[in-house]
């Protein structure tokens, strides 16, 4: 991979057991091709369950591998975000036990891409009386992964957090 080439992306373990942190980090290295080294923090909001993060530089599309390789742990609440790049969009996945995993395409600048196709079936839905159209819009955005994350976040506030997505 050249360096042209790659982007960057953050891993934020928001919770996992102690039991489940060695084979995130065995997971993470094996996608990301090297050793991977947490530095594992308790995680307030939750008993007996841990945070880390992880800044990395790959190819593009590297986020989609990590959330394939962690998909269906049941006990792990995470987020990861890749940048964008040229000739690719960025990325923003995040999984809770409840909702399962959310994916949403950033913009260059963090905001999250919802094709017209997805708009046009909300209304649809939404004038069917299959529910509210702010509701469906709410899930199109992540609100309900945001909300319940939340709490996860700001447990981890005295950590050193880079919030890739984030734009002021």
Do not use: N
């Not at 934020?12 to 039991?19: G, N, T």
């Amino acid at each position: 991979m050249s360096l042209a080439s790659a982007t960057r992306g953050v891993v934020f373990i928001h919770s996992a057991p102690a039991a489940l942190c060695p084979h995130i980090e065995w997971a993470i290295a094996g996608v990301l091709g090297g050793e991977v080294s947490l530095q594992w923090t308790p995680q307030p909001a939750q008993t007996a369950c841990y945070r880390a993060e992880l800044s990395w530089q790959a190819s593009p599309g590297t986020a989609a591998t990590l959330t394939s390789t962690m998909r269906g742990w049941e006990h792990v609440r995470y987020e990861i975000t890749e940048e964008a790049s040229p000739g690719f969009e960025g990325e923003r996945y995040m999984y809770t036990p409840t909702l399962g995993i959310f994916h949403a395409v950033m913009g260059l600048h963090g905001d999250i891409l919802v094709p017209e196709d997805r708009v046009r079936m909300a209304m649809l839905d939404a004038e069917a009386g299959k529910g509210p159209l702010p509701d469906a819009l709410d899930h199109l955005l992540g609100r309900p992964w945001d909300d319940e994350l939340e709490t996860f976040r700001h447990a981890g506030d005295g950590a050193p957090v880079r919030w890739l997505h984030q734009v002021i």
